[in-house]
């Protein structure tokens, strides 16, 4: 157990030392400076752009950003639709898989769509390799860069302004807007040189322990019973890279990493958790290289980690101390609880994979979450119900963002001074977004699962839930929880093919998305027009352990109010039932 | 008035009067400006349809519990009017006591026939002249037109000194309710009746015209989102407590969610912004809006006046410095007869500081017969004509130095030096002339006031930085201000030089406040951020200022900052008290809920409330009584202290953030205890 104790704080180790150069890497991409891989990149993006008749240097402002993000998000729903819809008689469909139903495809279509990956279907038996290539593995792609984009986008806003800026400023201009970089430049460069150049490094490791990358079907073999066993293959190492490189987290196979295949030993397992969090952690530190505050990335890494770690521990120490009501049946638990967990990866690596995967969006699972003790389910629901905490590609500092301003807010006023956020008065306005994003998370998850809960309870005819009682509820909290928070995972346990969970998820899930991306980039598009205050010995400075504390406070409050209720109900009634 | 100050918080009548208007303000009309406390009004009606119901029907428990809840939530709605109400008659006080001395005062006023007419002060429209005998009691606010008189200001500054006001200059100012003690006056009234600043302050203070503040307005917007997310969370439990089969009672709901909502803040926000402007006035300044008081906590830049401000009003002689071969009593003798006659300051000290160092018996001057030259500014000199011809002259340097040389003669090097050192000091050299040969120099010195330069390091340490502004020439300008610790200066000011400082702040994003008294402040003085205009000024610089100091006092603008630090601190404090009071209301009231069909949650109530109904009681009983326990400190503001901006937000994180988490479970605890010695 201690050497498995020991993996695991050697791979989080390992992660902060790869993201801070990795940081450093992204900060250059984005402020359009030298790299190694120019040479092979530069003329690639070149072509692209020309192709598409795209001006990379024009200088576009925070509305801009939206629409064109908007737009191609619009265009790819559409064509996922499409697909999904006819991937029957479309090509690449050695195993004959039949098209999607209407709202199975529309959960899909949008669940890949916003980096979510939720998945109501089995890979396996629900897509053809042509639907894996062109339409997840494309998603898994784009939809992580747009996140990066538009958070290259808030690293822009944060930084000091340009004369021209200054200069329409002080002619008193209506209605300028400040250009915040380009939007397909920062998207494009965020494919190319950075989940691209990942990808491979992590797809070669993949396949040299034997995840499958071919076009052929299925296998087949004898087992030792004599029974005929098929095998599902196909393109795999490339997607499942990107799916943890993008914090995508959607599986090839229905067991996502807890497949053999996808996930096939201890160095894969490792390999993975830490393709899945480098570049959610590297975006911390590439904000201090491109804004050049360091401080101000050491202070957001600490809350975070600080956060992360406050969920971590206690999960993986829950999951060591095995399940009691299997103890009581004079069971041996010295390997933890490992229902619902893969031998190959052991209880530690598998509590801390739950919460990676948790607070970072990515959603991908290396065992059963459905099976974990209730407080470590308790930790899993938390780390989305924050959301704020590393988070997915790009959208990690956004979420966090929303609780920056209302921590200014409020730490402001009680150092007596207008709240002032990087130079930039916050006001009515922004305070006003931050809390319709704040507000937003909880509307979802908790009117969702009130539905559902109401559903249950008076339509009976339709099984929507296969466990009664707090583990019921915890599932379908879980479900709205992993829905919101753009997360994919599954507590799973409910009949989640159905169209009340296609159509009310896949609501969530766009809300889920689209409105924390709008809301910062709102307030960052707001703020970045605004006069720059000079910093005094008045202004309350951001990058302080103080302020991080403030943040923590904020975060823990408004989490801890919202779900309290809900949570009691399911797993913390579990816990005390449980271990009474 | 200062008996007026020191009072307590709450006085007899005052808590009378604030008791009637609780009840008025539960008008829902009224009570819908604020989002929160409409809340609990409509959860307080609820439980009083839920009361009358469960009287004689079962399954929302009994008809004393609910009806307790019921009383709870209405004295929780009565104690957030309270703090409203007693704010506004506090404010309404301290006004009333200044608007009392002028009120029914007869005014003698001009008819177009130029006749006197005795008519009420209070029928004196804006434009009329009105004319003030010694002994009189000026009947309104006004500017004279005609005279000079001194006036007796203490019943406004509580300062005992009279002043003089006249015509024409920077002090042309009357102020109602003020007496004339000597000569006569003619006085045009600048306001309608009840148009004065005093009144609009009122207005403010009552509510009728009170705006919300940018701040408030942010504020308010974060407690109506939390609001809004204790509406979801409360909402959705139903189904989720039909699925876990654990029905709950509307009024376990109500509570909860009366609970949840920031209350406490949401009660006391008005209060706080009330007591702001009541500070203000306190300090005997009018704001003419709240949002100006606000705006002063975040100035950075200060622009103050040198004279009155940094140094004691006037120069001072301090020292003589006679040429060579001339004695020294000889030459104090010929200073002291420069100014016997002169009345300026300048003059007085000479006069003061040579009688004090003479000896004794060579004080005594022959005077007869000697006429007085007086300064003008061609000559930029004055002096004595003696009755034996002598003509001595006391002048700035470069003039004396001209009329020396026509006359012929030099001008003496130690003298010359002796300017130089003086000028390089700070001080003013008076060079002093017998007959147009030169005598010596008397040094003139700025008095800077005891105790200023910890005042500016109180507020660099603010991030306020302090400029001074005066006419002396950049050298004295420079000593004076390395002297009193200011951390700029503009020398030589000419009116435009201020308003051109006050754009460059503000270019760079710097919020500017001065002080100013003169027609040609008003500009800088609109200009300005905060313009902070004294009442013994021009009525073109009151109306261009958003602040009307009534004690003409220049350092008022320190104090006005911390009075809009305070006001923000108290809001931000309060509003992270009552968030994190939730923690312990949660750990209260959700094993309440949920105990009697899910027994093992017993695990969760930490503080062993003894039973579900008491645990809900003692929560919001809670919820109910801090309130008046805050209005307090809300009136009076969280003290504010100049030690870095993250100090102080860690000093205020330990105090209110984590005392706020702790505080309710030792209340609601003790609560519990006493309730149910009566259950």
């Known amino acids: ?580 | 008035m200062s008996t007026q100050k020191s009072t307590s918080l709450f006085q007899g009548d005052m808590v009378k009067e604030a008791l009637g208007q609780s009840i008025a303000k539960l008008n829902p009309k009224t009570m819908f400006r604020n989002p929160v406390m409409f809340t609990v009004e409509i959860g307080t009606a609820i439980m009083l349809v839920v009361a009358i119901y469960s009287f004689g029907n079962k399954g929302q428990g009994s008809f004393g519990y609910n009806l307790a809840v019921f009383l709870i939530l209405f004295i929780t709605l009565l104690f957030a009017n309270f703090a409203e109400a007693i704010a506004e008659a506090r404010g309404k006080a301290q006004a009333n006591s200044l608007r009392k001395t002028r009120e029914e005062t007869p005014a003698k006023m001009l008819d177009a026939g130029g006749n006197i007419v005795i008519i009420s002060s209070s029928k004196l429209q804006k434009g009329d002249v009105f004319v003030c005998d010694a002994g009189d009691t000026i009947p309104t606010d006004g500017e004279i037109i005609e005279g000079i008189a001194t006036i007796d200001e203490s019943a406004i500054t509580g300062e005992s000194a009279p002043v003089i006001r006249e015509s024409g200059g920077d002090k042309s100012s009357v102020t109602g309710g003020t007496k004339v003690l000597s000569d006569q006056i003619k006085v045009q009234v600048t306001n309608g009746p009840g148009e004065s600043f005093l009144d609009k302050m009122i207005a403010l203070v009552e509510g009728a015209s009170r705006q919300k503040t940018p701040n408030e307005i942010a504020l308010t917007i974060l407690l109506a989102g939390f609001t809004l997310v204790f509406i979801i969370v409360c909402v959705t439990l139903k189904p989720f407590a039909d699925f876990a089969n654990t029905p709950i009672t509307i009024a376990a709901f109500i509570s909860l969610f009366v609970c949840l909502i920031p209350t406490t803040i949401g009660g006391l926000l008005s209060a706080i912004g009330i007591a702001g402007m009541d500070r203000a006035l306190r300090a005997n300044v009018i704001t003419k809006s709240g949002k100006a008081v606000e705006t002063a906590g975040d100035l950075d830049v200060l622009l103050l006046d040198k004279t009155g401000t940094i140094t004691i009003g006037n120069r001072k002689a301090t020292k003589f410095y006679p040429t060579a071969g001339v004695t020294a009593i000889e030459f104090m003798q010929l200073s002291l007869l420069t100014s016997i006659p002169d009345e300026t300051p300048e003059g007085k000290s000479i006069v003061e500081l040579a009688n004090e160092l003479l000896p004794i018996g060579t004080t005594a001057l022959n005077t007869d017969g000697a006429t007085f030259i007086k300064f003008t500014a061609e000559t930029r000199s004055s002096g004595m004509q003696l009755a034996n011809g002598d003509k001595i002259l006391k002048g700035a340097f470069d003039s004396m130095k001209k009329i020396a040389e026509a006359a012929g003669n030099t001008m003496p090097t130690d003298t010359a030096e002796a300017v130089n050192l003086i000028a390089t000091n700070g001080g003013t050299p008076l060079v002093v002339t017998a007959n147009h040969s030169i005598k010596g120099v008397i040094e003139l010195q700025d008095i800077i006031k005891p105790g200023i330069s910890e005042r500016f390091d109180r507020l660099r340490k603010m991030g306020v930085k302090t400029v001074m502004v005066t006419g002396d020439n950049p050298l004295t300008a420079k000593f004076i201000a390395e002297k009193a610790g200011v951390d700029d200066y503009i020398a030589e000011a000419k009116p435009e030089d201020k308003m051109n400082y006050i754009k460059a702040e503000q270019a760079l994003g710097k919020l500017v406040a001065m002080m100013g008294d003169g027609t040609n402040d008003a500009p800088a003085l609109a200009q300005a951020d905060v313009g902070v205009a004294m009442n013994s000024g021009t009525a073109a610089a009151k109306e261009a200022g958003n602040m009307v100091d009534l004690d003409n006092d220049p350092t008022k603008l320190i104090e006005i900052v911390e009075i809009g630090k305070q006001l923000l601190m108290t809001r931000g404090t309060l509003t992270t008290f009552s968030i994190a009071n939730d923690v312990a209301k949660y750990f209260a009231i959700v094993p309440a809920l949920f105990m009697a069909a899910i027994p093992a949650l017993n695990g969760l109530n930490v503080m062993h409330l003894s039973s579900p109904e008491s645990a809900i009681l003692s929560a919001i009983i809670f919820n109910a009584i801090i309130i008046p326990i805050l209005i307090p400190l809300a009136l009076k503001g969280v003290a504010y202290k100049p030690i870095g901006a993250s100090a102080l937000l860690r000093r205020n994180l330990i105090i209110y953030g984590l005392g706020g988490l702790i505080a309710p479970f030792i209340g609601i605890k003790l609560i519990d205890m006493a309730i149910t010695l009566f259950l």
């Open chain 1, 1 to 580: 157990m201690n050497s498995q104790l020991l993996a695991v704080a050697l791979t989080f180790l390992t992660t902060i030392l790869l993201a801070i150069p990795f940081g450093k890497y992204i900060a250059k991409i984005y402020g359009g400076q030298k790299t190694l891989l120019d040479p092979i990149f530069t003329p690639i993006e070149k072509l692209i752009f020309r192709f598409s008749g795209i001006n990379a240097s024009k200088q576009m402002n925070w509305k801009q950003h939206l629409k064109a993000m908007l737009t191609i998000n619009f265009l790819w729903f559409f064509l996922g639709m499409f697909l999904l819809m006819n991937q029957g008689w479309l090509p690449f469909n050695p195993d004959g898989n039949p098209s999607m139903s209407p709202d199975l495809a529309f959960n899909t279509a949008i669940s890949f769509l916003i980096n979510c990956n939720l998945q109501h279907y089995s890979g396996e038996t629900g897509m053809s390799y042509f639907i894996q290539i062109f339409f997840v593995t494309f998603l898994q792609f784009v939809s992580a860069a747009t996140g990066l984009a538009l958070a290259a986008m808030i690293f822009k806003s944060l930084s000091p302004k340009k004369q021209e800026d200054k200069d329409a400023e002080n002619e008193n201009k209506i209605g300028y807007l400040r250009g915040l970089g380009n939007f397909y430049n920062y998207f494009l460069k965020s494919c190319t040189r950075i989940l691209l150049p990942l990808s491979v490094v992590v797809a070669a490791i993949l396949l040299f322990n034997g995840t499958p990358m071919n076009t052929e079907g299925k296998d087949q073999f004898t087992s030792l019973e004599g029974d005929t066993v098929n095998v599902s293959r196909g393109p795999a190492a490339a997607m499942i890279a990107i799916k943890h490189i993008g914090t995508n987290g959607g599986g090839y196979f229905g067991a996502n990493s807890a497949h053999p295949l996808e996930n096939p030993n201890f160095l894969t397992n490792t390999v993975e958790i830490i393709a899945q969090m480098i570049i959610p952690l590297a975006m911390i530190f590439a904000l201090g290289y491109f804004i050049n505050r360091k401080k101000l990335s050491w202070m957001i890494f600490s809350v975070m980690t600080i956060g992360f770690l406050l969920l971590t521990i206690p999960t993986i120490l829950t999951e060591i101390g095995g399940n009691p009501a299997i103890s009581r049946m004079g069971i041996n638990q010295s390997a933890g609880a490992m229902e619902g967990k893969e031998v190959r990866f052991g209880t530690p690596a598998s509590a801390y994979w739950s919460i990676a995967t948790t607070v970072i969006s990515t959603g991908s699972v290396n065992a059963m979450h459905d099976s974990t003790m209730p407080l470590s389910g308790m930790m899993q629901m938390l780390a989305m119900m924050t959301n704020a905490f590393y988070g997915g590609c790009g959208v990690g500092i956004l979420n966090f963002y929303i609780y920056i301003i209302i921590a200014v807010f409020i730490s402001g006023l009680m150092v007596g001074r207008t709240p002032e956020f990087m130079g930039k008065k916050v006001e009515a306005r922004e305070v006003k977004i931050a809390m319709i994003v704040a507000l937003f998370h909880p509307f979802l998850i908790l009117v969702g699962t009130a539905l559902a809960s109401y559903g249950i309870m008076n339509i009976k005819d339709i099984a929507w839930l296969n466990n009664p009682g707090f583990h019921g509820f915890s599932e379908m909290l879980y479900e709205y929880t992993s829905s919101a928070a753009n997360n994919g995972s599954g507590f799973e346990g409910l009949g989640d093919n159905t169209p009340w969970w296609n159509i009310s998820t896949g609501i969530v899930l766009i809300m889920g998305r689209f409105i924390p991306i709008i809301g910062p980039l709102a307030i960052a598009g707001l703020l970045a027009n605004k006069k720059e205050i000079p910093e005094s010995a008045g202004t309350l400075k951001t990058d302080t352990s103080t302020f991080g504390l403030m943040i923590f406070a904020v975060i823990f409050l408004i989490t801890a109010l919202s779900f309290f209720p809900a949570l009691t109900l399911g797993p913390i009634a579990e816990y005390f039932t449980l271990y009474k």
